[in-house]
């Protein structure tokens, strides 16, 4: 389990309830609190991803899937980050590959925006992932590819049906895309 204490500092004037990962007390959360919106952060590996040879914390990803499927099911937003990309891109769709980043640690990405995307990204963002995923044609079905890598890896998608923007980059590390967030979950 993981979580950046810069969210409380990049969404200082938003009320943050942290959910354990523990499956079973989920629903107690879910009962009793009105979310605006939902953050899938980053930090470890998921076990969809077959680069990765650490131990994926198994309740993590039951208390995951089970707050994408409370989001899309109540038409909250949700934001995923890096590690909460992968995770919502997985659990989504068939056939996500991943490859070795082949962007270092702590290198800046060069964001390449799509002609088709309604948000635009400028600048730099910091790379804090070993993977990638890999661009697809057939996620064009579900999702607006809204940015990738030099290397046509996908950096930033938008649910084309349900409230769900991605990023593959720690906008709460660089202090990156505070109103696009923002905006994304009012």
């Known amino acids: 389990s993981?979580?950046?204490?810069?969210w409380f500092s990049y969404l200082k004037n938003t009320?943050?309830?942290?959910?354990?990962?523990?499956?079973?007390?989920?629903?107690?959360?879910l009962d009793t609190s009105q979310f605006s919106g939902v953050i899938l952060t980053g930090g470890g590996d998921?076990?969809?991803?077959?680069?990765?040879?650490n131990n994926h914390d198994v309740y993590r990803e039951q208390v995951e899937e089970q707050l994408i499927k409370?989001?899309?099911?109540?038409?909250?937003p949700l934001i995923c980050v890096c590690r909460g990309m992968q995770k919502a891109m997985t659990f989504l769709?068939?056939?996500?590959?991943?490859?070795?980043?082949?962007?270092?640690?702590?290198?800046?990405?060069?964001?390449?925006?799509?002609?088709?995307s309604q948000l635009l990204f400028e600048g730099l963002r910091t790379c804090y992932n070993k993977y990638s995923i890999s661009y697809d044609k057939k996620?064009?079905?579900?999702?607006?590819?809204l940015c990738i890598d030099k290397n046509k890896n996908i950096l930033a998608i938008r649910h084309k049906e349900h409230k769900i923007l991605s990023l593959m980059w720690h906008p709460e590390r660089d202090s990156s895309d505070f109103?696009?967030?923002?905006?994304?979950l009012k």
């Open 93 to 116: 769709e068939k056939n996500v590959k991943f490859v070795h980043n082949p962007i270092n640690i702590k290198d800046s990405y060069e964001l390449s925006n799509l002609d088709n």
């Open 2 to 6: 993981s979580f950046d204490m810069n």
């Open 179 to 184: 109103e696009l967030i923002n905006s994304f």
């Open 15 to 29: 009320k943050i309830t942290l959910v354990p990962n523990i499956p079973s007390r989920l629903n107690d959360y």
């Open 139 to 145: 996620f064009e079905k579900s999702w607006n590819i």
């Open 46 to 53: 998921i076990k969809e991803n077959k680069l990765s040879n």
């Open 70 to 76: 409370y989001s899309i099911q109540n038409n909250i």
